[in-house]
């Protein structure tokens, strides 16, 4: 029996399938895909190399390549594969906008998608493309002038059919109109987890605008006391069908309220449900095996899609994890935590269990003296709950970071530690290490 792990085995697995086949350009390119998630970014990139040597223009590819480039600092060496992509049709230039931003590259992603603009007539999904860009290129005002994320009754019979087919009527979409007395639901088919914690300080100004009542969906896995913190917000069961005047989303209600009211940044605005016994249990090891160091969390890894934004290998982590007074909390999920645990770091780490709710991760965080992480849910949670917060930060973070900034302009008590340039992880370990160090 393999003492590898699982993650490990199926990476050999197809290693040996592109060894079998060196001329199988789809085991060649299973190979590379697994290599970029997993971080293993210059062997990837030397076969998304030569995978694309003869012109090739698979998406899938490129887009690995970039990733790899961007992670390696060397946006410059992806230029040429992009520039040959075409863009004569919308949805490529979407992708290529993509991969613009994820190279840092705002200056190009905001040139292109102003040129899509006037070729595709201020389309909406161009539009709202162009608005995020401004947006995180630290542009929020201009940014917000295009509507990201704010939809019409239109444009979702239009534009987002998906929608419609899950049953939510466009006529009742809420597009700024007169609340008195009404009853609004919170549609969670646009939001991820981090959307519903970040945006659910606006529940609040819905109720000031005169809602009687402001419904939310309590999310799978267990947030319920978490969210019930939430001022003016009612939980209900998605199961359970409900009265409603009108509905919006968790990103729209950003939109619409940002501009007006600001960030409404504040120090606590979620309060973490009390310690239960399970999670009594795992403070009672943390305290013991910390032996009085200072105890932060930790996670450096996301199974999104924007791999090249929000993970960072574990081996430029090594300096953080050798810390002699820090005692780490893992919340390392997925094929990342196989490879922690592999590497004989959790003998000196707790690793929280895979099994931990929503509810328990928000008392269990709040436990800690800080967290450190990448742009993810629990750096949200994090923030929400008034954690203090060392977000790991690529030099193409999301829109909400805004572009220059090294302080969230969400939550006070975040601070991003941020690449000077792409691919730079060594200087922001460099500075936390400096900064962790310091909290002993």
Request: overall charge negative.
């Amino acid at each position: 029996m393999s003492s590898l792990p699982d993650y490990k085995v199926h990476e050999l697995h197809l290693k040996q399938q592109a060894l079998d086949k060196p001329d199988d350009y789809q085991a060649l390119k299973n190979y590379a895909l697994v290599l970029t998630k997993h971080m293993q970014y210059p062997e990837a990139l030397a076969i998304c190399m030569r995978l694309s040597a003869d012109a090739c223009n698979d998406g899938e590819v490129i887009a690995a390549l970039c990733t790899c480039c961007a992670q390696l600092g060397l946006p410059d060496l992806a230029l040429p594969y992009l520039k040959r992509v075409p863009s004569n049709y919308m949805q490529a230039v979407l992708w290529l906008a993509n991969q613009y931003t994820g190279l840092a590259m705002f200056d190009e992603t905001v040139k292109l998608l102003e040129q899509a603009c006037v070729t595709y007539d201020n389309d909406w999904n161009i539009t709202q493309a162009l608005g995020v860009a401004y947006m995180g290129s630290g542009q929020m005002a201009l940014g917000l002038s295009k509507s990201p994320f704010v939809s019409t009754r239109e444009s979702i019979y239009e534009h987002r059919p998906d929608v419609v087919r899950a049953g939510w009527n466009p006529d009742t979409y809420w597009q700024g109109e007169d609340l008195t007395g009404k009853t609004v639901l919170l549609s969670p088919i646009m939001s991820g987890y981090g959307d519903y914690l970040q945006f659910c300080r606006y529940v609040k100004s819905m109720r000031a605008l005169g809602a009687s009542r402001v419904l939310g969906y309590a999310p799978a896995g267990g947030m319920n006391q978490l969210l019930l913190s939430c001022e003016g917000l009612e939980l209900i069961d998605l199961s359970n069908p409900v009265d409603y005047d009108c509905w919006t989303e968790n990103d729209a209600l950003c939109a619409r309220f940002l501009p007006k009211e600001g960030f409404l940044s504040c120090e606590r605005y979620l309060t973490a449900p009390p310690v239960n016994a399970s999670v009594q249990g795992m403070l009672d090891v943390i305290e013991k095996n910390a032996s009085g160091r200072t105890v932060m969390g930790i996670s450096w890894n996301s199974d999104a899609s924007t791999v090249g934004t929000r993970n960072v290998p574990l081996s430029t982590l090594l300096p953080l994890f050798g810390l002699p007074n820090v005692y780490w909390v893992v919340f390392q999920r997925g094929w990342a935590c196989e490879e922690f645990c592999a590497s004989g770091l959790n003998q000196n780490a707790y690793v929280v269990p895979e099994s931990i709710s929503f509810d328990e991760t928000a008392s269990l965080v709040d436990a800690l003296d800080r967290m450190v992480t990448t742009d993810s849910y629990l750096s949200h949670l994090a923030g929400a709950i008034g954690k203090p917060v060392y977000l790991m930060g690529t030099r193409a973070l999301d829109w909400r970071h805004m572009n220059n900034e090294t302080q969230s302009p969400w939550y006070p008590q975040t601070r991003i530690v941020r690449q000077p340039k792409i691919g730079d992880w060594r200087s922001v370990v460099d500075e936390l290490c400096e900064l962790c160090g310091a909290q002993g």
